[in-house]
């Protein structure tokens, strides 16, 4: 794979892979051969992902978050041009990015190449961390008030990252505990921080996926009450 950026288009692979978009089922034929690769029998477990599939499938999920208009900043005008005669990205395809992405971040060569980096370990997890909430962005959801928020961890502080503050619908907090002692067991601090901060900090094995997604009231009593299939 060449590569030369953590961004999702800045590597030989995805930008090989735009040259050939032109509809909607180009789009989704990337995420299918995951499910390809996942049935495969001959396999033992879950198939290693090599580096060129992942960063298409990553190409392909920013693909679809720019079809729902939340367009990165890196992604090429090549693309946006074929994107724009596409229409929207329907909820089972959104769906299917995210799963996709997921499944990029759980074993593939690309998370090992960018665990094995030296330079610059963790700037791909802050664009992973992008693309994430970039698909994210059609889920609806009820938003506590400040009130709520503080009631649960505390006065509202900067993000201890980087100092700056955060807006509500970033809001994400973490907790430290000493776990050195036992006279420290139950005592914990809660700390504000932006996703994309604390996900840059940490190794690419371990970011945090803050995945959302559109679940009705009957589909959350079905999970709750053990009926999955």
């Known amino acids: 794979m060449g590569a030369w ?15 050939d978009i032109s509809t909607l089922q ?16 001959t396999s033992d477990g879950s198939p290693f992902i090599d580096a060129d599939l992942a960063s298409e499938v990553v190409a392909a999920a920013e693909s679809v978050a720019a079809l729902m ?15 724009q005669k596409l229409g929207k990205a329907e909820p089972s395809l ?10 990029i971040l759980t074993d ?26 970039r ?29 700056k503050g955060i807006p509500q619908h970033e809001l994400s907090s973490i907790t430290f505990q000493d776990l050195s002692s036992k006279n420290a067991l139950f005592m914990s601090r809660g700390l504000y921080c932006h996703l994309s901060c604390l996900n840059g900090k940490i190794h690419p094995k371990h970011l945090i996926q803050n995945w959302k997604f559109n679940v009705d009231d009957a589909e959350v009593d079905r999970i709750i009450n053990g009926d999955i299939d």
């Open 26 to 41: 180009d789009i989704e034929a990337k995420f299918d051969e995951l499910y390809i690769l996942d049935d495969d029998e």
């Open 5 to 19: 950026g953590a961004g999702s288009f800045e590597n030989d692979a995805a930008m090989d892979w735009i040259a």
């Open 94 to 103: 959104i769906d299917k990015a995210k799963i996709a992405v997921s499944r």
């Open 135 to 163: 698909l994210n962005a059609d889920v609806p959801y009820d938003r506590p008030s400040k009130a709520d928020v503080e009631e649960i961890a505390g006065e509202l502080t900067p993000c201890v990252f980087c100092g």
């Open 69 to 83: 208009d939340r367009i990165a900043l890196n992604v090429p005008e090549e693309l946006q041009a074929s994107l």
């Open 108 to 133: 593939s060569e690309l998370l090992e190449l960018w665990s094995e980096n030296e330079d610059d370990p963790n700037e791909w997890n802050i664009a992973i961390t992008g693309l994430i909430d």
